[in-house]
């Protein structure tokens, strides 16, 4: 795993030269492998779980605009109510 790096750096570029020549569908695939190498990483591990923290508290700001009711109750990852306090 010492090359990791490198292989994500050649895969943002194989993203930008596609962009470049017009190849939607192989920016598409190379930024995808470099995003799956990046969590591979160690510093990449946390993302999954901050994105889904990020689209929790976006969607339980939304959710009293979208409906005119109560806001949703806090759900932890594991979908069990957080404790109150």
Do not use: N, W
């Amino acid at each position: 795993m010492q090359s990791v790096g490198a292989l994500i750096l050649f895969a943002i570029l194989g993203a930008v030269i596609c962009t470049k020549a017009r190849v939607a569908g192989g920016a598409i695939v190379f930024s995808l492998i470099a995003l799956v190498l990046f969590v591979s990483t160690p510093a990449g591990r946390a993302l999954p779980e901050a994105v889904s923290g990020f689209v929790s508290v976006v969607d339980g700001a939304a959710t009293p605009a979208l409906t005119d009711g109560e806001p949703a109750p806090a759900t932890a990852v594991d979908g069990k109510p957080e404790p109150v306090g």
